[in-house]
T-cell receptor, first 111, second 115 residues
Framework: GQQLNQSPQSMFIQEGEDVSMNCTSSSIFNTWLWYKQEPGEGPVLLIALYKAGELTSNGRLTAQFGITRKDSFLNISASIPSDVGIYFCAGTTGTASKLTFGTGTRLQVTL | DTEVTQTPKHLVMGMTNKKSLKCEQHMGHRAMYWYKQKAKKPPELMFVYSYEKLSINESVPSRFSPECPNSSLLNLHLHALQPEDSALYLC?????FGGGWNGYTFGSGTRLTVV
């Protein structure tokens, strides 16, 4: 089945730094979703991408749907302490297909 | 209303107990899902309901029994669970199976502990 590899696995950064993480697959995806999950809570959708090459922003977050349709990137600018959490990429390969999750990137922000 | 509501938030049950997890959404979504999540791991799909019919069962043990009474409600009935079933159980919904516009919306989850 499909597998999404996310990197890095974890990041320790200082407040104010920019963050980049990515998600890659050996299969083509037609939807990419980026979620953030905080301890004891469910994943919260940050950005949804539906078209190859698409670049979408949500405040300090920017995500891109890779042109090959096999990868996606999430950037966070000027990180703040409340950015702490686990970031998951997720995707679907077609209509009526299951959502595949990436392995997650754990982000820690220090003051 | 743009939320998926799950109750209870926490549940402790013995291995001989019967309990149920509940999930509700009023976004008009026609697909609903149960996921199981272990610590520091991504959510794992258990069941998919599409238009109130069970579409996918990911080979889940029969001690987990899903039910979709109507398009807004999803239940997960639990019976004779094992300690290794302890996890965060997440409910999600989407416009249609596979996503649709705005992806999947997740609830806050039920933290289940089996003793």
């Amino acid at each position: 089945g499909q597998q999404l590899n996310q990197s890095p696995q974890s990041m320790f950064i200082q407040e104010g730094e920019d963050v980049s993480m990515n998600c890659t697959s050996s299969s083509i995806f037609n939807t990419w979703l980026w979620y953030k999950q905080e301890p004891g809570e469910g994943p919260v959708l940050l950005i949804a991408l539906y078209k190859a090459g698409e670049l979408t922003s949500n405040g300090r977050l920017t995500a891109q749907f890779g042109i090959t349709r096999k990868d996606s990137f999430l950037n966070i600018s000027a990180s703040i302490p409340s950015d702490v959490g686990i970031y998951f990429c997720a995707g679907t390969t077609g209509t009526a297909s299951k959502l595949t999750f990436g392995t997650g990137t754990r982000l820690q922000v220090t003051l | 209303d743009t939320e998926v509501t799950q109750t209870p938030k926490h549940l402790v049950m013995g291995m001989t107990n019967k309990k149920s997890l509940k999930c509700e959404q009023h976004m008009g979504h026609r697909a609903m899902y149960w996921y199981k999540q272990k610590a520091k791991k991504p959510p794992e799909l258990m069941f998919v309901y599409s238009y109130e019919k069970l579409s996918i069962n990911e080979s889940v043990p029969s001690r987990f029994s899903p039910e979709c009474p109507n398009s807004s409600l999803l239940n997960l009935h639990l019976h004779a669970l094992q300690p290794e079933d302890s996890a965060l159980y997440l409910c999600a919904s989407s416009q249609v199976f596979g996503g649709g516009w705005n992806g999947y919306t997740f609830g806050s989850g039920t933290r289940l502990t089996v003793v």
